[in-house]
């Protein structure tokens, strides 16, 4: 019972925690005067992260139920458990979005800087020599 209370709180705390963070620097980006396509990518991994350390949170709540949840006979005991499941399976879903969504972000400015840097660099002529 009480690994469950600890989980639980350990888990609600880094949720507030991850919140807040979240919230601080999502205001950070809308004063910061950023083009609108940083602060496209900025709005929706705010949005992602957010939901995500809700769930963090919502997944520590559940932690507290977990020690009535024990007996497979129970009805209730297969809610629970995949309702965890599912928690931890959307977790897992809204990183791996992140982590598209950031690989993609900055593939496309890697690509624009390759793009800037080409355009300044002089051509040679292989055919002159």
């Not at 083009?35 to 997944?59: E, K, T, V």
């Not at 400015?109 to 800037?116: E, M, V």
């Amino acid at each position: 019972m009480l690994s469950a209370v600890v989980t639980a709180v350990v888990l609600v705390s880094l949720s507030a925690f991850l919140i807040l963070t979240h919230v601080q620097k999502w205001a950070l980006l809308r004063s910061a005067g950023l083009s609108a396509q940083r602060l496209d990518f900025g709005r929706r991994q705010y949005r992602r992260r957010l939901i995500a350390s809700f769930l963090i949170g919502l997944a520590g709540l559940a932690c507290l139920f977990s020690p009535w949840m024990l007996d497979p006979m129970r009805r209730e005991f297969w809610w629970y458990w995949i309702g965890m499941l599912s928690l931890v399976g959307l977790l897992v879903t809204f990183a791996m979005l992140d982590f598209w969504d950031t690989c993609r972000y900055f593939r496309a400015i890697h690509c624009a800087l390759l793009t800037k840097r080409d355009e300044g660099l002089p051509v040679s002529r292989s055919e002159d020599q």
